[in-house]
């Protein structure tokens, strides 16, 4: 299966929704994920937790994911777990690293649906031990099971925030508090972006809104409106001081924070090929610029999910699915299934995506993430922080040049945490519209390879 | 300097360019610099910064000797010693006929007065590189040899000549190049500029300003890659490469491990874009590894595509035009351009300013490559 028809990255809801459409109609796909299991960061272990305690505890819609794991693992596309994509290159070359090895894969099409990743919100003492994300403390929730045994601090703003504090508490864990760091918007402006979505989601509303007043009732603090976050601490995290709303600074004591501001599409693979990009102010965020099949600027590249811009994991499934029909379509095939057809998946994404402009003014980040002070380190991997980049900015043009002068975004990370940053900080000091500022160029590989990895692909001088 | 005008007028802002333009400032001429993107774009932001007078062709023995005493002095030349680091430069030997084939080197290069390169037998390596492979023999090491870091020195040379007073225009293209009434009028996509020297830095570029002024040469380009490792811990002092290998092996002193070598990547000269080919780059991480098992779980983080001039001969172009007065070269480095950048800008300057340099660059002169 070293020439796919069709090679998609990712096995989340939208890279195994369109598996299973491409497969199911005949082509020969090849699914890459680096997780041990499919399911993408929404259904992550589903197959092992559903049906228990914690998939119960964890969700009807994660358990939900089941059905999609299972049919992927039955449609006949070749799926290989754990495995990285270090590099696709512009005629489709693909580098994968995996328990089989090293391969180059040249397949006819790419899917690329690797999804999300959490906003890099840089605040002071964010690098210290005893700060983590919430997404990274909820793969811990749907992984080993392991539920913090003290009563955590969460602060921050985002869907994510929330579902992660009620699934914590259905779990038997604790929320010491809750700092929210969500700006205040009127109601009545972003339920008018809502539109008519309000009446076909107010179960979704609903549900949101139980999760807000669970928080309140069952965190042991709940502060609304928090800005100047700083963690504390000299080697570890210490404790957490802000700001409310009413302007009084505050002080916590804890060893645990997590923070979470959001998320973003992961655009390192799109970008890493060139393909264009645009800044969506609504999203706050770059994504790709894409047709309504998810068809990009490269011409034999689809993006799909949440990496083709934030929709969350029903929205995923619908564009995983047109962009397989599409897909089929280039390649001569037709679907299997009578319903899948253009139509019925575009009503549903439709309406999977009617809650959406509601969801980001809601949630729609602080000014403050996108210029931190001075003092907060902004490239987490050499250490820079805002005001090492300003100096340099003085007499740097862009990025790119910035990067060279300071090394930031040169570390492991490859930029992931500091890219969008520094595009921020660029914009202010040049006084310019995100729209008109690139982020780093991605120099490959995608992902760090371990040197024998590559060495695995020469023909001759294996010393082993 | 009034605008549009200038004593001599720089095509290209990789180091050698930058050199050059210090060079001339500091001698008193107005200068400007005109480069299509930005300072250090290609070659001179892509190298690995090796400070080699190791192995070189003989033709070029006595300029790189010349110019590694100016990275002994670096800071007085630029303000700054630009990360030199002199560990020595090691060609690894990994056979007794490799071995020989460096005695043989090391014979020839003392029969012509040179005495930078000295064999070492396999203890002495192992003292300089404690984790290199057992079946290494020995090696032929450059001590006073080393490695700088790139962006500094870039940074340090962009400085200096500002410093001086050089105009540099970053994101100008320079599209024809005319004869003036004494001198030569600078065509760009944003204005012309009247000057009485121009100087051609433009590295893989070299060959088309050639052609502006009517002088074709033989000329290719090189797509070298660069990989960068994850920091670690082990000390590698010295710069490696081997006999029979591409590599070029060395710890930056950030920590990273920077491989290298030569091996060649993909590139259009015409967008000016590269591409990393792994496939290719697989055998320079296999040679590392062949060298330094201790590193095979080490972590690659970043690669790259450089992009520069390379001479059918791989000897640079150093020197006035043979056709077209005024105008003088310095592009061509193929690969090892590096080291020398301190002293040709010099030689450049002294060419321009006084018809001759006190070095011998006869081995560089344009008419060689003319067809």
């Known amino acids: 299966m070293l020439k796919p028809d069709l090679l998609i990255v990712g096995a989340g809801p939208a890279g195994m929704s369109a598996a299973i459409v491409a497969a199911r109609a005949g082509l020969k796909v090849v699914v890459v994920d680096e997780q041990p299991t499919p399911g993408g960061q929404i259904w992550r272990g589903v197959e092992a937790n559903a049906g228990t305690s914690r998939g119960r505890a964890l969700g009807a819609q994660y358990c939900s994911g089941l059905a999609t794991v299972r049919a992927f693992r039955e449609c006949g596309a070749v799926y290989w777990p754990s495995t990285r994509v270090w590099q696709i290159e512009p005629t489709l070359g693909t580098y994968v690293t995996g328990p089989g090895g090293t391969r180059v894969i040249t397949p006819r099409l790419v899917l690329i649906a690797t999804g999300a990743q959490e906003r890099p919100a840089p605040l002071r003492g964010w690098t210290l031990a005893g700060v983590m994300t919430v997404g990274a403390a909820q793969i811990l929730l749907k992984n080993p099971g392991s539920v913090p045994s003290e009563a955590v601090w969460i602060a921050g703003c985002g869907p994510l925030a929330l579902l992660y504090a009620h699934q914590l508490v259905r779990m038997g864990g604790a929320v010491a508090g809750f700092l929210d760091t969500r700006p205040s918007t009127p109601l009545r402006e972003s339920l008018r972006l809502a539109g008519r979505a309000v009446l076909r989601s107010s179960g979704e509303l609903a549900k949101g809104a139980s999760w807000y007043a669970e928080l309140r009732h069952r965190a042991g603090r709940y502060v609304p409106g928090v800005v100047d976050l700083q963690a504390l601490g000299t080697d570890r995290l210490e404790g957490v001081r802000y700001r409310t709303a009413a302007g009084r600074v505050e002080e916590i004591r804890t060893s645990l924070l997590l923070i979470h501001e959001g998320v973003l599409p992961e655009l390192h693979t799109v970008r890493s090929l060139g393909c264009e990009i645009q800044w969506d102010a609504g999203q706050a965020a770059y994504r790709p610029v894409l047709n309504e099949w998810g068809e990009c600027s490269h011409p034999d590249i689809l993006i799909a999910g949440d990496a083709a811009g934030i929709g969350g994991a029903e929205a995923a499934v619908h564009r995983g699915r047109l962009s397989a029909l599409r897909i089929l379509q280039r390649l001569g095939k037709v679907a299997a299934e009578p319903g899948m057809t253009e139509e019925n998946c575009r009503t549903a994404l439709a309406r999977a995506l009617a809650l959406r402009p509601f969801l980001d003014r809601v949630f729609r980040p602080r000014g403050e993430i996108f210029a931190p002070d001075d003092d907060t380190i902004v490239c987490r991997c050499e250490e820079l922080r805002v005001r090492d980049l300003r100096a340099a900015l003085a007499g740097s043009v862009g990025p790119n040049q910035l990067k060279a002068f300071t090394r930031a975004g040169m570390g492991p990370c490859q930029g992931r945490q500091c890219g969008l940053t520094v595009a921020a900080l660029i914009a202010a000091a040049e006084g310019r519209q995100m729209s008109d500022v690139q982020p780093f160029r991605v120099r490959p590989p995608l992902k760090p390879v371990r040197l024998c990895d590559l060495a695995g692909l020469a023909d001759e001088g294996l010393s082993s | ?371």
């Open chain 2, 1 to 371: 300097m009034k605008a549009g005008q200038a004593t001599t007028a720089v095509i290209g802002g990789g180091l050698h360019g930058l050199a050059c333009a210090l060079a001339l400032v500091q001698r008193g001429q107005d200068v400007v610099l005109f480069e299509r993107s930005w300072i250090g774009r290609r070659a001179s932001g892509a190298t690995a910064a090796g400070v080699r007078t190791l192995w070189r062709d003989p033709a070029e023995i006595a300029l790189s000797l010349e110019a590694l005493e100016r990275w002994y002095r670096m800071d007085a030349l630029v303000g700054d010693d630009c990360g030199f680091r002199a560990g020595g430069q090691i060609k690894v030997a990994e056979s007794h006929a490799e071995m020989e084939a460096l005695a043989a080197r090391s014979a020839r290069t003392r029969d012509l007065g040179f005495h930078h390169e000295e064999l070492i037998d396999p203890r002495e390596l192992r003292r300089l590189a404690p984790m290199i492979s057992e079946h290494c023999v020995g090696g032929l090491i450059a001590r006073r040899d080393g490695a700088a870091d790139p962006h500094r020195t870039i940074a340090a040379f962009r400085g200096a000549a500002e410093g001086y007073g050089a105009v540099i225009r970053e994101g100008i293209s320079v599209m024809a190049l005319e004869p003036d009434a004494g001198g030569w009028r600078v065509v760009t996509d944003a204005g012309n500029w009247s000057v009485r020297h121009v100087v051609n830095a433009a590295g893989a570029w070299g060959g088309q300003v050639c052609r502006m002024v009517g002088e074709a040469i033989r000329f290719g380009y090189k797509a070298s890659m660069v990989f960068v490792t994850e920091r670690v811990q082990q000390a590698f002092g010295p710069v490696f490469s081997t006999v029979g290998r591409p590599l070029s092996f060395k710890q930056s002193s950030q920590g990273t491990l920077v491989v290298g070598g030569g091996i060649q990547g993909w590139a259009d000269l015409e967008k000016g874009s590269t591409q990393v080919d792994f496939r290719a780059l697989a055998r320079g991480a296999a040679a590392a590894q062949t060298l330094f098992p201790a590193i095979r779980n080490v972590q690659i983080v970043r690669a790259w595509t450089g992009l520069e001039g390379k001479t059918p001969d791989l000897l640079p172009v150093i020197g006035p035009s043979a056709r077209a007065p005024g105008v003088f070269h310095t592009f061509g480095f193929s690969g090892h351009g590096f080291e020398l950048v301190p002293l040709v800008g010099e030689i450049i300057a002294d060419c321009i300013m006084h018809g001759r340099s006190h070095y011998d660059i006869g081995a560089f002169d344009v008419a060689r490559l003319l067809v």
